[in-house]
C-alpha cells in the first residue's frame, strides 16, 4: 500500500519555464513533508521542506505548495534550468517516534536547453 | 565538512552469498536510516537506529537482513544467502535524533547490489 504517490514518473520542460512536480499521500497524520532531488550515482539531497501548520513554503526558485483536504503536495520550479535535470522524490515524515521518511517513486524531471 | 560515507560503492555477488554494506555517519548524527531503491522503485526504509539500538526495524524484509551500529557511529547492513531479489541500491542517512532531525537527513551515495 503506497501511502506516499508520485503518479508521473517523467516530466519534460523547456528552459525558462516552470516545473510542476505532484504528490499525492493517503495518511492523514503526515504533518511533516519533503522534496529530495536525486543525480544519477549519487544519494538524494534535500531540496525542500513544508510543515502542515502552513500551505506554502518558497526558497529562491523552488517552491512547495501543501493542500492538507485533497492530501496533495507540488513543488514548482521556477525558472527551470538545465542542471535542474534529476530524479525528485516526494516524502512525508513519518510522525512516529523514528521520523523515518515514507518516499514517492520519483519523478524524473528534464530540462530541455 | 564529511558527509555520509558508504563502502563498497558497488557489490556483484552471487546467489546465496553473504554481503557486508557499511555506513559512516556524519559525525555527531545519533539517527541512522538505511533504506533501498529497487529497480523503478522509491526508496523503501529499512531500518532505523538511535545510537547503538534499533527500535525500528519493521523495514526489513525478511530475517536475512540484520543491521548493527556500533560505538554511535559505523553501521553495518548484513543480507544473509543473497537472493536475486535482493538487488538494489542501498542508502544509508543520518540526522539529529529526532524531533529536531526530522528536518533533514543526509544521505549516502549509496551502495548499488547486483545478485546474479
Known amino acids: 500500500d503506497q501511502q506516499v504517490k508520485q503518479n508521473s514518473p517523467s516530466l519534460s520542460v523547456q528552459e525558462g519555464r516552470i516545473s510542476i512536480l505532484n504528490c499525492d499521500y493517503t495518511?492523514?497524520?503526515?504533518?511533516?513533508f519533503l522534496w529530495y532531488k536525486k543525480y544519477p550515482a549519487e544519494g538524494p539531497t534535500f531540496l525542500i521542506s513544508?510543515?502542515?501548520?502552513?500551505d506554502k513554503n518558497e526558497d529562491g526558485r523552488f517552491t512547495v505548495f501543501l493542500n492538507k483536504s485533497a492530501k496533495h503536495l507540488s513543488l514548482h520550479i521556477v525558472p527551470s534550468q538545465p542542471g535542474d535535470s534529476a530524479v525528485y522524490f516526494c516524502?512525508?515524515?513519518?510522525?512516529?517516534?523514528?521520523?523515518?521518511?515514507?518516499f514517492g517513486t520519483g519523478t524524473r524531471l528534464k530540462v530541455l536547453a | 565538512g564529511a558527509g555520509v560515507s558508504q563502502s563498497p560503492s558497488n557489490k556483484v555477488t552471487e546467489k546465496g552469498k553473504d554481503v557486508e554494506l557499511r555506513c559512516d555517519p556524519i559525525?555527531?548524527?545519533?539517527?541512522l536510516y538505511w533504506y533501498r531503491q529497487s529497480l523503478g522503485q522509491g526508496l523503501e526504509f529499512l531500518i532505523y537506529?538511535?545510537?547503538?539500538?534499533?527500535?525500528?526495524k519493521s523495514g526489513l524484509p525478511s530475517d536475512r537482513f540484520s543491521a548493527e551500529r556500533t560505538g554511535g557511529s559505523v553501521s553495518t547492513l548484513t543480507i544473509q544467502r543473497t537472493q536475486q531479489e535482493d538487488s538494489a541500491v542501498y542508502l544509508c542517512?543520518?540526522?539529529?535524533?529526532?524531533?529536531?532531525?526530522?528536518?533533514?537527513?543526509?544521505f549516502g551515495p549509496g551502495t548499488r547490489l547486483t545478485v546474479l
Open positions: 542517512a543520518s540526522s539529529h535524533p529526532p524531533p529536531i532531525g526530522r528536518s533533514e537527513q543526509f
Open positions: 495518511n492523514s497524520m503526515f504533518d511533516y
Open positions: 513544508i510543515s502542515s501548520i502552513k
Open positions: 516524502a512525508a515524515s513519518d510522525p512516529s517516534g523514528t521520523y523515518k521518511y515514507i
Open positions: 559525525s555527531g548524527h545519533t539517527a
Open positions: 537506529f538511535q545510537g547503538n539500538s534499533a527500535p525500528d
